[in-house]
């Protein structure tokens, strides 16, 4: 069902569900209490989005788009940069990264759900390969590329293996466990994501570096 032109009720509608979603998972919540959360009826959070699934998908969409522009905006900007040689593995990393952590530190609880949601539906055998392909696979398979030409004479395979190390990384720090937190008994802090992602960049660029160990850079 394609999506109404937006408005002040159906916004809040998708701000209710975007949360509910991604603190319960999908089989957690029910349309009729994202309504109640909305202050709406569940008839018209039907009229607006169809069935749940409908409500779902118009969730993790809705953000997408944006989120994609300002991370492919940011390769463009690192190979515009960094000349001939074309970028290092750090900042395609960097490139990749950044934008998410830009998104988090707005203070917009908004962007802090919808990327606990997708930490859901990345680590879902059955959400994942649903929705995760659709609206993120073209922007991955631009990020490998650039790090294939960042490490000439890298296998396919070890290329992927080694984003599949960086896109785990990335679920759980997306997520916000609060393991960490625990784990290190307070000295690290899950929502710490400037330090989450500069130790992140460092550490999957040398992984990245040993096993695609055709690179020369």
């Known amino acids: 069902m394609s999506r109404k032109t937006p408005s002040p009720k159906s916004e809040r509608i998708l701000d209710v569900a975007e949360e509910l979603f991604a603190q319960r998972g999908y089989d957690g919540v029910t349309l009729r209490q994202i309504a109640t959360g909305a202050g709406v009826d569940v008839a018209l959070a039907s009229y607006h989005f169809g069935k749940k699934l409908d409500l779902f998908n118009a969730v993790f969409q809705r953000r997408a788009v944006e989120l994609n522009e300002a991370r492919l905006n ?8 960094s000349g001939p040689d074309g970028p290092d593995v750090e900042q395609i990393i960097e490139a ?4 998410l952590e830009i998104a988090q530190e707005t203070g917009d609880q908004g962007w802090t759900h919808y990327l606990a949601l997708i930490a859901y539906v990345n680590n879902s055998p059955y959400w994942g390969q649903k929705m995760m392909s659709k609206l993120f696979d073209k922007l991955v398979l631009e990020f490998i ?31 916000q466990t609060g393991r960490i937190d625990k784990l290190s008994g307070g000295k690290c802090q899950s929502s710490d994501f400037r330090a989450a992602y500069d130790h992140m960049i460092p550490f999957t660029a040398a992984g990245f570096r040993e096993v695609c160990n055709g690179g020369k850079r």
Request: overall charge neutral; charged content about 25%.
């Open 96 to 99: 990749f990264l950044r934008p």
């Open 145 to 175: 590329e650039a790090l294939r030409r960042a490490l000439p004479g890298a296998r396919d395979e070890d290329l992927y293996w080694c984003y599949h190390n960086l896109s785990g990384a990335l679920t759980l720090t997306l997520a």
């Open 74 to 81: 940011a390769l463009r900007s690192c190979q515009d940069q």
